[in-house]
């Protein structure tokens, strides 16, 4: 298969990551979108030759709630910049004793039990369907993965994320259904983000960081707000070396996915040619304008 894609990598950068160190020809810029407002300029740059989008998930300073953050405007600004690529770098909780803090989990699946969020670009006037059985891209797992062992950092490769909607943390009661479920981490924000990202044709996965034991954990009222910021900006710096790390790899010139994540939308449009609202499908033009 021919190398003739040039990736672009989007960074989504989870607590604590307002920013990446490294880029060059730096710019923070504007992205208009037809779902409104992205969380915050996107910052635009180079590192290593490689072209790199980041934007900071809740905004600089973190002004954005989980549940109101504008996940398609997002999505559809990184999309519209280009990228073909996205790290989404995550800050979460702990599931399972051999995940303590300071680890780092490379998910492969998700369960998501948000209930208050727009979760699809589709559904006024255009339907489509996607495949979720495979959410994330594995070829941007092995590199990541790669990249974190040479890197020293402690990884596990495979996990189950669960998605609750917050902000609140879980009741106990909650912590251990999760746990009795086989979650691995719980967070607030990969979910409906990796929807979309599909929905986008954009390959996506996530590097998550444990801050702390979820609520299951005898320790967890122990717990203090300076132990969780302590290490979450640790982790946060291990994630800008990953990142350092992984962007020559992933940027390097390739063909078409071999997991498919970039023709997502192939088979997935179900309105008939005749039938789809022409608004809908000008809002449509960065997403899926490849089909349409």
């Known amino acids: ?10 960074i989504i950068g989870g607590s604590g990551l307002y920013d990446i160190e490294g880029l060059k020809n730096k710019s923070w810029r ?4 037809p779902w409104g407002t992205p969380s915050d300029e996107l910052l635009f740059g ?12 809740h905004g600089r300073g973190h002004p954005i709630s989980p549940t109101h953050l504008n996940y398609r405007a997002n999505i559809d600004a990184l999309k519209r910049s280009g990228v073909t690529d996205i790290l989404s770098l995550s800050a979460v909780g702990s599931l399972k004793a051999e995940l303590p803090p300071g680890h780092f989990v490379i998910v492969d699946q ?3 039990r948000s209930f208050a969020r727009e979760k699809s670009f589709f559904g006024e006037g255009i339907v489509a369907h996607v495949s979720m059985a495979h959410p994330v891209c594995p070829r941007i797992g092995d590199i990541a993965e790669h990249a974190a062992r040479d890197l020293g950092l402690p990884v596990t490769r495979g ?7 917050g902000p609140q943390f ?6 251990e259904l999760y746990r009795s ?3 691995s981490v719980i967070g607030m924000t990969n979910m409906p983000e990796a929807k979309l990202a599909r929905e986008a044709e954009i390959c996506y996965a996530t590097f998550a960081m444990v801050t702390d034991f979820d609520c299951w954990h005898p320790d967890h009222d122990h717990v203090t707000v300076d132990t969780v910021v302590k290490v979450l900006l640790d982790n946060a710096e291990k994630a800008r070396e990953l990142v ?20 997502a939308l192939d088979y997935a449009i179900i309105t008939a040619p005749g039938q789809r609202d022409p608004a809908m499908a000008a809002k449509l033009d960065a997403v899926a304008g490849r089909v349409l």
């Open 1 to 10: 298969m021919a190398n003739d894609i040039e990736p672009v990598i989007g």
């Open 30 to 33: 504007p992205v208009a979108t």
């Open 46 to 57: 180079e590192l290593d030759g490689v072209r790199c989008v980041f934007l900071p998930r």
């Open 110 to 112: 998700f369960i998501d």
């Open 159 to 165: 996990g189950t994320y669960m998605v609750m909607e």
């Open 170 to 175: 879980s009741t106990k009661a909650e912590s």
């Open 181 to 183: 479920w086989g979650c």
């Open 244 to 263: 350092k790390s992984v962007v020559p790899t992933l940027g390097q010139k390739r063909g078409l996915c071999p997991a498919g994540c970039d023709r």
